[in-house]
């Protein structure tokens, strides 16, 4: 059971230093081993996203036996999502760039939930307006990362739910009170929009079996902070005839100020990179971000810095040192002293400048196109 200093995980509260390793045994979920990684790296046509082979991806549920049906001709599909309580922050993109690589290297469907809903049942500062219209704007900013029009499908739930209710009725029949209380730490003042929520966040796992009327396998890459959500998925989806969704759980990126985590709901602005923050706050977000050097130059030079601490090697980490010969170089002369942290910040704030661009100009493009992904109605009405 966790202690009062301890850290605690639950899709409405991250909070303390977590313990990766404690926090998948508690959760009882299988750790992501090289034989996993080989097995991505073999059907992925001999590629593994920087993700998986960095160990941000270090959890899952059921992987090996969705992989093994893959390679027996059973195709999945990929869903994941956001809660739009305001911009994204690099962070944000962890789970949808992994989709992507998933999507462009197997050619498979990806289904997005933005719960405008959700975030405006558990935050209390946000008006309908707020979350629908972030709602868009995070579908942009997540559409624009390289996503196939074609293949690409989002519940946006304030204007889905026609599509979504049908399934979520059965849904929430099998979910009870005392089933949320337990595995979200609901209390009775809790809102009833959130002891319902849960429901809706379950549907997209199912809906493609239900659409087709045959057992279409479910993959979601997400946080680990979401797993309560899909542990009760899982254990309704035989009684209402589909397979459980596989889960790939990630690390949750530290924030730019370098105490505890981030929440994934946000918090100080200055603690992380949002996409829409401009090319001046950028800079001077990293240029005050904690790192893992030393007090002075020349005991940095003689000692080395500690990249596992720093929020900008974690940066490098999770998005930004595109070849493994990148990371690894960075990692190397961080530990060594040879890199210092000025240069180590230029050097990053450049390529963030750079992706910022690009992604501005992704981003315009995806705008004609982004409305006809959202999906509006049921494939059959019961
Ligand atoms: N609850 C998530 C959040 O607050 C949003 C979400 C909906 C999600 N469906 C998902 C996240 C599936 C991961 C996977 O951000």
């Known amino acids: 059971m966790a202690e009062p200093d301890d850290f605690v995980v639950t899709p409405y509260e991250v909070r303390g230093k977590i313990d990766y390793t404690r926090l998948r045994e508690q959760f009882g979920t299988e750790e992501v081993t090289a034989q996993v990684l080989a097995r991505i790296h073999h059907l992925a046509g001999g590629e593994l996203h920087p993700l998986l082979a960095r160990g941000i991806y270090y959890s899952h549920r059921d992987l090996v ?3 093994d ?11 994941s999502g956001r809660g739009p309580s305001g911009p994204l922050h690099t962070s944000h993109l962890v789970p949808f760039d992994l989709c992507v690589w998933f999507q462009r290297r197997l ?18 500062g946000l008006t309908r307006e707020e979350t629908a219209q972030w709602g868009l704007e995070n579908l942009y ?15 946006f739930d304030s204007r889905s739910i026609s599509a979504l ?16 209380k337990a595995v979200f730490g609901f209390t009775p003042s809790t809102n009833i929009g959130l002891v319902f929520y849960t ?21 979601v890459p997400c946080g680990i902070d979401q797993d309560p959500h899909f542990r009760l998925t899982r254990d309704i989806a035989e009684g209402l005839g589909y397979p459980k969704p596989a889960l790939l759980h990630s690390q949750m990126v530290p924030g730019l100020l370098g105490e505890g985590v981030m929440s994934t709901t946000g918090g ?33 030079r003689r000692l080395g810095a500690t990249p596992e601490i720093c929020s900008i090697w974690a940066l490098w980490r999770t998005r930004f040192a595109e070849s493994e010969a990148k990371f690894q170089e960075i990692t190397r002369t961080c530990r060594s002293g040879e890199l ?11 390529r963030v400048h750079k992706f910022y661009e690009q992604h501005a100009a992704a981003r315009d493009r995806v705008k004609s196109w982004a409305e006809s992904t959202i999906v509006t109605s049921a494939p059959k009405p019961i």
């Not at 049906?69 to 869903?79: C, I, K, M, V």
């Not at 809706?200 to 045959?214: I, T």
């Not at 210092?340 to 450049?350: F, P, Q």
């Open 65 to 67: 036996a969705l992989l």
């Open 69 to 79: 049906g893959y390679a027996n001709g059973r195709p999945f599909f990929l869903y």
């Open 107 to 124: 050619g498979i469907p990806m289904y997005i939930q933005i719960t405008d809903d959700e975030k405006f049942w558990a935050k209390g």
């Open 141 to 155: 900013d997540i559409l624009a990362l390289g996503f196939d029009p074609k293949r690409t499908h989002v519940f």
């Open 165 to 180: 209710y049908p399934l979520a009725i059965r849904v929430a029949r099998k979910i009870t009170f005392s089933n949320v």
């Open 199 to 219: 429901a809706l966040q379950s549907v997209p796992c199912f809906w493609p079996s239900w659409a087709e009327g045959r057992a279409v396998p479910c993959l």
């Open 268 to 300: 100080r602005t200055d603690d992380a990179l949002y996409l829409n923050d401009p090319p001046a706050v950028v800079e001077r977000k990293l240029r005050a971000a904690f790192t893992g050097g030393r007090a002075t130059v020349e005991e940095q």
């Open 340 to 350: 210092l942290c000025g240069d180590c910040k230029g050097e990053l704030i450049e």
